[in-house]
C-alpha cells in the first residue's frame, strides 16, 4: 500500500502561481512512474503531467510550459510548480503513483481555484 497526502491547492488570481505537494508514505521504494491528474464533477480525469525514476517528464498541452512536475531526492515527495495560472486551470488536482506490479494509488485531491 501507498498512501498520498496532498496539499497546495487555494484560490489564486488569474496570472498568479501555486506550488502543489503530494507526500507518498508506505511502500514508496515500489514507485516507478508518477503523475498529476486534474477533474471538475461530470468530467474525466486529465493528465496535467508525469514523471518518472529517470525523471523524464510528460506534460498536456494546455499546461506546457506553464506548469512543472518534480520530486524531491528521495522520491517520496512529488511537486507541481503552477505559473500563470488561468481561469480555465480552476480544478480538483489529484496525484496518483503507480508501483512495480502495476497497482495505482490516488490521493485524496485539493482544489484548486483560479478567479478572474
Known amino acids: 500500500q501507498v498512501q498520498l497526502v496532498e496539499s497546495g491547492g487555494g484560490l489564486v488570481q488569474s496570472g498568479g502561481s501555486l506550488r502543489l505537494s503530494c507526500a507518498a508514505s508506505?511502500?514508496?521504494?515500489?514507485?516507478?512512474?508518477m503523475g498529476w491528474y486534474r477533474q471538475v464533477p461530470g468530467k474525466e480525469r486529465e493528465l496535467v503531467a508525469t514523471?518518472?525514476?529517470?525523471?523524464?517528464?510528460n506534460y498536456s498541452d494546455s499546461v506546457k510550459g506553464r506548469f512543472t512536475i518534480s520530486t524531491d531526492s528521495t522520491k517520496d515527495t512529488m511537486y507541481l510548480q503552477m505559473n500563470s495560472l488561468k481561469p480555465e486551470d480552476t480544478d480538483v488536482y489529484y496525484c496518483n503513483v503507480v508501483v512495480y506490479g502495476g497497482d495505482n494509488y490516488w490521493g485524496q485531491g485539493t482544489q484548486v481555484t483560479v478567479s478572474s
Open positions: 514523471i518518472n525514476l529517470g525523471d523524464a517528464t
Open positions: 508506505g511502500r514508496v521504494y515500489e514507485i516507478y512512474f
